[in-house]
């Protein structure tokens, strides 16, 4: 063995063996002192908040989304159901390379850029481990390649869930509008309480009763608290609150009777508006050009989108509610009742017509849209019939601005009518003080002989024009109009806004007026009549949509179709015990009684023949009933 | 002087000659420290059960690992002493050849090449280095006068430095600065005089910074910062250690109960059954069972250092001391890294950890410290 030519002390080996090795124990017992006070600092020191910890690792609280109430015509059809649609989401912290995955999926199901995008975007917002939608409603063989390649994608997953669907399409598209994903703009809306209540939702309701009736349709939120693994698989449900349901609407429209309305209008534009004169309850509305609200539900595609609100004809604008339009002639019967309310005129008046108007001291001419005139002895009924201007100027002039401002008022213009509908405009009837204020200018004569024909500053819906429509037919009681018959199947009771004291000989004038345009030789609007076997009421209307410098004439042809007059016409039938009221508008339709009568007669022909609205209504709440419980 | 007469008297009543020679002697087996290993086996095949999710499997081949290991330790604990000091050089050799034939032709995984592949055997030599480095570094300090002159040293950093690069380069830095804390005990226990350790120290201060502006790669610069700063990153690079210490402190005093820890039994906590496993012991048992546990340890590197201090020769000493050390710097860096207070390097906890590799070659340490403490007895002067 070869040794060392030092000499090798053991001694001297043990001796440093023994002191090294007695600091290098000291090391040992520092060092494991450490480790027992870091034990003692985490399990005892700090016991509580790894408690917790733990405790929020393993211990989910689920949101629980309820099922969005259903929304009913009054006959029990279905407008807005609740379907399983199948969505293909992903869970980011499960994915190793996002975007070889995204290009696997892209080859598997169509995939736009759109899409992915928009996932990025929800990306951001996510909380760890929670799925994220990637694409919506696919379908059954995109479900099955994805099944089938399921393995090469950990993280992907296919999930149903239930989203709005629109059976009927475009056709309630502004009266039960649509609800779409919840945005930003949501969000920032909400308050604590809608933060809790939406957990777990992703829907919400954009326009429509979808929107007016949030609240109800949506549901109470329920919980589950779940013991999940490091995956974010369920493993077992600890505890459950069930979510309740949101209620199903009924609604006073009747799908036959929109379609018919729809299929009058054709593909002008324009809107009507059908109304229960018993109740207020709306029987029809529609606004066209429409759009299918299937496409907003799980977020419309920007080129969609973009096709919808760059369109000329504007089909998402509501224009029921939200169009304000010159009412025109159709504020004549109203006026009328009005000049004999406040003795103005009587049955007995008649004026000569010239064929056009002068205020004393003021040299323009007020032209009547008859060139010629109505003839030397004008009465009311006829000057409804023909619509006669000058008759109502001669009595608009002697009527005082504000007394015309108050009676359009019992007739709901100028105010909302307080339908159940968001975004609803409140048109305008405007009034010395308005005139003042907005406009800082006094209330000239002329401006009177422009309200009274419902020119000039004026404004109204089509509802608004129902609304005063039935508000006649009804003799003066004047109903808010409402959607929705019935929550839940409690039927809602119909709300009286205001009843208008008249003289009933007065009533029966204004009604054989708007008979008469009807139903005489020289009628206006004879064609709301046409073939029918009982008796209609009515007015037409013409509103302008360019003004007329003095003097010109009106030529159609030479006027672009967008600058042509808009077509109105308002009645209601049957005169002797009236059920319905329907405001017609048709943009640029022009001719009111040529245009916008056709449309209400259709409506009359499909309602008036059914039975009483009261026998029908016992009816369907026992059909409503049966439907809830079923 | 009264450290010199102490020893003396040490030596003098141990190395008796009078003393009858038991069985178990005969034999090879220290009976204190076969029964602590048997008792710390049996904790970790419980704890497998655990971690493992109550699958069987695991555990069935953990105790044939076991069997083996156990078996392979009683095998090396039969061989001379004197076997091991005349060979560890040729040994030595060997391991540093393979070591360059793994970085020529090695297999791995996750861009590390760790193994070597031969008829069809997959091994680790670095395994075999853990064992060799410090039997290379005793052997060759045995032969020369201590404390060791600065030339001794110098050859004895060699024989540390060759296989730590080699297994740097894998790259493997966790072992392989085991591995060097293992010869490097068996230079320190050889009397490595203070000046050189302060001197040594100084250096590694110094030289930190350029290590961890060129020396480090950029997934282990960033284990570093997580350590520093585990909440910044909570599910990616922190989730371990987040995970890891919610499973220990959620433990509290006393534990969820066997089986109950909800951080394991739900795959929150990584590698639950390998080098977190004390996670898991510390969530289902509490601050107590952790404290038995390192109770055992602490009894096995008592029983270590005392077999160290009785050993006959400098190679036994310098060799079971730095086994001894070593293991304890095992029990240290992976509970260390566990807690938080390490960064995350792929150390497994000693005897409870599930593997095979490690395993064998922590049992053939335990064998070979068997074999200093039951030498025979000899009077030398």
Same mark, same amino acid.
């Given at each position: ?7 090798? *002390? ?17 090391? $040992? ?23 917790t ?7 989910? $609280? ?10 009913? *015509? ?15 989401? %992903?869970?980011?912290?499960? /994915? ?9 999926i ?49 993280g ?16 309630f ?11 930003d ?13 939406y ?6 309701g954009?326009?429509?009763l ?49 379609q018919?309305?729809?299929?009058a ?15 207020? =309850?709306v029987?029809a ?36 509610v ?8 159709t ?16 049955r007995?008046t ?70 159940d ?16 204020g ?15 024909l419902?020119?000039? @500053? ?21 109903y ?25 000989n007065?009533? *029966? ?7 008469? $345009? ?12 046409? =073939? !029918? ?7 037409? =209307? ?61 409506? @009359?022909?499909e309602? /008036? ?15 409503s ?6 | ?63 044939? +690992? ?5 078996l392979?330790?009683?095998? $090396? ?15 030595? !050799? ?50 020369? #006068?201590?404390?060791?002159?600065l030339?001794?040293? %110098? ?8 296989? #730590? ?45 350029p ?19 585990? *909440? ?27 089986l ?7 795959? @929150? ?6 080098d +977190? ?11 107590r069972?952790?404290?038995?546990? !390192? ?9 270590? %250092? ?33 807690? =938080? ?17 490690s ?23």
């Amino acid at each position: 063995m070869p040794h060392d030519h030092h000499f090798k *002390d053991p001694h001297t080996e043990q001796r440093l063996f023994r002191n090294r090795m007695l600091v290098a124990i000291i090391g $040992v017992i520092v060092l494991l002192g450490v480790l027992v006070a870091r034990f003692y600092n985490l399990q005892v020191v700090n016991y509580d908040d790894y408690r917790t910890q733990s405790d929020d690792n393993r211990i989910q $609280v689920r949101p629980v989304a309820p099922t969005r109430g259903l929304i009913y *015509d009054r006959s029990g059809i279905l407008l807005a159901d609740n379907r399983a649609s199948y969505n293909l989401s %992903i869970v980011r912290e499960r /994915v190793k390379d996002l975007g070889a995955t995204l290009e696997l999926i892209g080859h598997l199901v169509r995939l736009d850029d759109g899409d992915v995008a928009k996932f990025r975007k929800r990306l951001k917002r996510r909380r760890p481990f929670e799925p994220v939608p990637l694409r919506f409603r696919l379908s059954e063989e995109e479900i099955a390649r994805i099944s089938v390649n399921q393995f090469r994608m950990p993280g992907v997953s296919v999930e149903a869930e239930l989203v709005r669907y629109y059976a009927l399409g475009d056709l309630f598209a502004h009266s039960v509008g649509y609800v779409g994903r919840i945005s930003d703009r949501d969000l920032s809306n909400f308050t604590k309480e809608d933060v809790r209540l939406y957990r777990g939702t992703r829907s919400i309701g954009k326009v429509g009763l979808e929107r007016s009736y949030e609240k109800t349709l949506l549901g109470e939120v329920g919980y589950e608290n779940v013991e999940i693994n490091a995956r974010g698989r369920v493993l077992r449900v600890l505890e459950r609150q069930d979510p309740k349901p949101g209620v199903d609407l009924s609604l006073h429209l009747d799908t036959q009777l929109q379609q018919v309305a729809s299929d009058a209008l054709g593909d002008r534009r324009g809107a009507v508006v059908a109304i229960d004169v018993n109740t207020g =309850g709306v029987l029809a509305f529609v606004s066209k050009p429409s759009f299918d609200p299937n496409l907003f539900v799980t977020g419309i595609s920007f080129a969609d989108y973009r096709a919808l609100s760059d369109s000329l004809d504007v089909p998402l604008f509501n224009r029921a509610v939200q169009g304000q339009y010159p009412p025109g002639s159709t504020l004549k019967p109203l006026m009328g009742l009005g000049g004999l309310e406040a003795g103005l005129i009587s049955r007995e008046t008649k004026i000569k017509d010239p064929g056009f108007y002068k205020l004393p001291n003021d040299p323009r001419i007020y032209r009547d849209h008859i060139r010629w005139g109505h003839g030397n002895k004008v009465d009311l009924i006829q000057a409804l019939a023909q619509s006669c201007d000058v008759y109502f100027w001669d009595m608009a002039h002697r009527w005082d601005i504000d007394g015309m401002h108050d009676m359009a008022s019992h007739f709901g213009l100028g105010s909302k009518t307080g339908i159940d509908l968001p975004m609803e405009r409140a048109g305008l009837f405007p009034s010395r003080d308005w005139k003042r204020g907005a406009r800082g200018m006094p209330w000239f004569p002329g401006d009177s002989l422009n309200a009274v024909l419902g020119q000039g @500053f004026v404004l109204a819906t089509p509802l608004q024009l129902a609304v005063m429509t039935a508000t006649i037919a009804n003799r003066g009681t004047h109903y808010r109009p409402q959607m929705v018959k019935s929550v839940n199947g409690v039927v809602q009771p119909p709300e009286v806004l205001h009843n208008l004291e008249a003289h009933p000989n007065n009533w *029966d004038l204004v009604f054989e007026g708007m008979e008469a $345009v009807v139903n005489r030789i020289d009628g206006t609007g004879k064609r709301a009549g046409e =073939g !029918l076997n009982f008796r209609v009421a009515g007015k037409s =209307g013409t509103a302008q949509v360019v003004g007329i410098a003095q003097g010109a004439r009106y030529d159609s042809e030479a006027l672009q179709e967008r600058h042509r007059d808009h077509a109105l016409f308002v009645a209601f039938a049957p005169v002797d015990k009236p059920r319905i009221a329907v405001a017609v508008l048709v943009e640029n339709g022009e001719g009111g009684g040529k245009v916008a009568a056709p449309v209400a007669r259709e409506l @009359f022909a499909e309602w /008036v023949p059914r039975p009483d609205t009261q026998v029908e209504t016992a009816q369907e709440t026992a059909l409503s009933e049966g439907a809830d419980n079923g | 002087m009264a450290s010199r007469d102490f020893s003396h008297r040490l030596s003098d009543a141990h190395g008796s000659l009078r003393k009858p020679v038991s069985l178990a002697r005969r034999l090879h087996i220290d009976v204190p420290l076969l029964v602590l290993l048997l008792v710390l086996a049996s904790v970790g095949l419980g704890m497998l059960y655990s971690a493992s999710g109550g699958d069987m499997s695991y555990v069935r081949r953990q105790s044939i +690992f076991m069997c083996l290991a156990f078996l392979g330790m009683l095998i $090396v604990s039969q061989v001379p002493l004197d076997f091991y000091r005349r060979w560890s050089p040729w040994a030595y !050799l060997g391991g540093c050849a393979l070591l360059v034939g793994v970085l020529l032709f090695g297999t791995g995984a996750k861009g590390a090449q760790r193994w070597l592949e031969i008829a069809g055997f997959r091994f680790q030599p670095s395994e075999v280095m853990k064992l060799g480095v410090p039997m290379a570094v005793a052997a060759f300090l045995h032969q020369r #006068a201590q404390p060791p002159s600065l030339v001794t040293v %110098i050859g004895a950093l060699a024989i540390v430095a060759v296989p #730590a690069a080699l297994i740097v380069r894998q790259p493997d830095l966790g072992t392989s600065i085991l591995i060097a804390a293992s010869g490097l005990f068996a230079l320190y226990l050889a009397g490595l005089s203070w000046k050189m350790i302060g001197a040594a120290a100084m250096g590694v201060l110094v030289a930190a910074w350029p290590i961890w502006q060129w020396g480090l790669r950029d997934y282990q610069r960033q284990r570093i910062l997580t350590l520093l700063n585990p *909440d910044d990153d909570r599910f990616g690079a922190g989730w371990n250690i987040f995970n890891s210490k919610a499973a220990i402190g959620s433990g509290g005093m006393y534990g969820k109960g066997y089986l109950q820890g909800t951080q394991s039994q739900l795959d @929150f906590l990584p590698e639950s059954h390998t080098d +977190f496993i004390i996670a898991v012991l510390a969530e289902e048992w509490g601050m107590r069972g952790v404290l038995l546990l !390192l109770l055992l340890y602490v009894l096995v590197i008592a029983r270590g %250092i005392y077999i160290s201090f009785m050993a006959q020769h400098l190679f036994g000493r310098l060799l079971a001391g730095s086994i001894t050390l070593t293991f304890f710097v095992y029990v240290f860096v992976n509970i260390g890294m566990v807690t =938080g207070l390490l960064p995350v390097v792929g150390v497994p906890l000693p005897v409870i950890s599930y593997g095979g590799t490690s395993l064998i070659t922590l049992m053939a340490g335990f064998g070979i410290l068997m074999a200093v403490g039951t030498e025979r007895r000899r009077v030398h002067f």
